[in-house]
């Protein structure tokens, strides 16, 4: 485990889509001393529910505590830890750099690498689109750091439990 991923937790709370929701639930990890590293909200199939994917950090014996607490919530329908589920586990980012003619090359190869989309390309920059689990997002990264990096923009996990298991 790097130093990045420790203690840190993936949970997806199922809630009414009405406002105040968030900070409700936000308020429970800021008291329990957990600090929300990434949240995805997006609406569910009806519009009625939205399903939020929250990255945390903090230590593992208080996140039971948590997710009673989130549970209990009103407007949560429940509230599941993915951390060792088997689930798919997803992140996008899009990283513009600065790249001239004669290193454009090279950027494309790295790019095609990491399974990349070109979204934007200028004379000056690119944006590359990438989309994977975080291990590969802070690989490329890392290597594309070789290029002067303008703007990065990640999503944060989203989750989704396999087979017939709820997320």
Known sequence: MSNGEKNLHTLSVYVA?????????AQV???RGFNIESLVVSPAIDGHFSRMTIGSSGAPEGLDQIIKQVSKLI??????????????VKEM???KIAVSA????????????FGCKTVDLTPESMILQVVGDSSKIDALEEMINQFRIIELVRTGKVVMSRGQKST
């Not at 407007?75 to 798919?88: A, E, N, P, Q």
């Not at 004669?102 to 690498?113: D, P, T, V």
């Open 17 to 25: 889509n009405k406002p105040g929701a968030l900070a409700r639930i």
């Open 29 to 31: 990890f800021a008291r």
């Open 75 to 88: 407007d949560v329908l429940h509230c599941i830890d993915h951390t060792y589920d088997k689930s798919v």
């Open 93 to 95: 980012a899009l990283i």
């Open 102 to 113: 004669e290193e454009r090359s090279e950027a494309l190869q790295i790019a095609e690498h």
